[in-house]
């Protein structure tokens, strides 16, 4: 790592910083980063429109800086911007590359905010938008299991406890005990994101800032539904909604291990009731008798 590589906390009248401190400031946050980058980049142009409707920008300035954003995003999905150990972080990569090409006006966009409620916002809209994906999913899993559970509801099958066969069932009430199962993961993960949907941009680190920001006008441009209003909690939740989130996303797991277990042992030669498509199993490279059930296993 170069001795010329600058913080944007760090003081300019300092020295550069020690190399093991740098080393183990440098982490592998960036590869995390890239995930939070494109959510960042919003965040930012939402921000940046906020400060001209209070007059910290003028309206051509404005512009002018929603512009580069809209090309850092471009260049980065294309690959043309690659976010990597030259960048302490993505905070700091999206000021450089404002600074590179706007010069001093690059550096307001970090006017009114810190990096805590800037990482925040960009982890609440990171987790909105995965924990939407992860409702639909549920959703179609679960649709997929009641579909079966209805076009095979009257099929006898074993009932099994402690693997052994204990009273009549059918794959009906089999299927439908997933679909139901994915139901309840889909209000979770609902009512995960609900909780998430709130802005903490504006709460700096953690006590406000001295400026009239339009915190209403940019949670509505990022399409949250309301604020997080006391700036020391907008601290403190930090970690308990992204706690949360995974909380989701386990329930959901757990219930697709349960039907991946029953999938896999299904398709053995001693129960024999499932069979799995040929696009979906592997074979062996010794035993040309072998149909395995890797996908599910995995």
Not at 136 to 145: F, N, P, S, Y
Not at 239 to 260: F, N, S, T, V
Request: hydrophobic letters at 45%.
């Amino acid at each position: 790592m170069s001795d010329a590589k600058r913080y944007l906390w760090q003081r300019h009248d300092e020295g550069p910083l020690d190399e093991v401190i740098m080393q183990f400031l440098a982490g592998e946050d960036i590869v995390l980063d890239r995930e939070l980058f494109p959510f960042d980049i919003r965040a930012t142009a939402a921000h940046v429109r906020g400060l001209a409707r209070i007059g910290i920008l003028g309206e051509e300035d404005c512009g002018q800086l929603v512009d580069l954003l809209e090309d850092l995003l471009r260049e980065f999905h294309s690959g043309r911007f690659v976010l990597d150990g030259r960048y302490e972080d993505g905070h700091s990569a999206i000021e450089l590359f404002l600074t590179e090409r706007a010069g001093d006006l690059g550096a307001k966009v970090h006017t009114g905010r810190s990096r805590n409620d800037q990482v925040a916002v960009a982890t609440r809209l990171y987790l909105k938008d995965r924990l939407r994906r992860l409702a639909e999913l549920d959703g179609q899993i679960a649709m997929a299991c009641l579909r079966k559970a209805e076009r095979h509801a009257g099929l006898p099958m074993p009932g099994y406890t402690h693997l052994q066969r204990a009273v009549p069932s059918s794959v009906g009430l089999w299927m439908a005990a997933f679909a139901e199962a994915f139901t309840d993961d889909l209000v979770l993960a609902r009512t995960a994101a609900d909780l998430v949907d709130c802005s903490p941009l504006g709460t700096a680190a953690g006590y406000g800032v001295n400026l009239p920001l339009d915190r209403d006008g940019v949670a509505r441009d990022l399409g949250f539904s309301r604020l997080q209003v006391n700036p020391m909690y907008a601290q403190n939740s930090r970690g308990k909604y992204e706690i949360l989130a995974l909380q989701a996303a386990l329930h959901a797991m757990q219930d697709l291990r349960r039907l991946a277990w029953d999938l896999s042992l299904f398709t053995t030669a001693e129960f024999d009731f499932v069979v799995l498509p040929r696009q979906y199993t592997t074979g062996s490279s010794i035993m040309p008798n072998k149909s395995n059930p890797d996908v599910v296993e995995l």
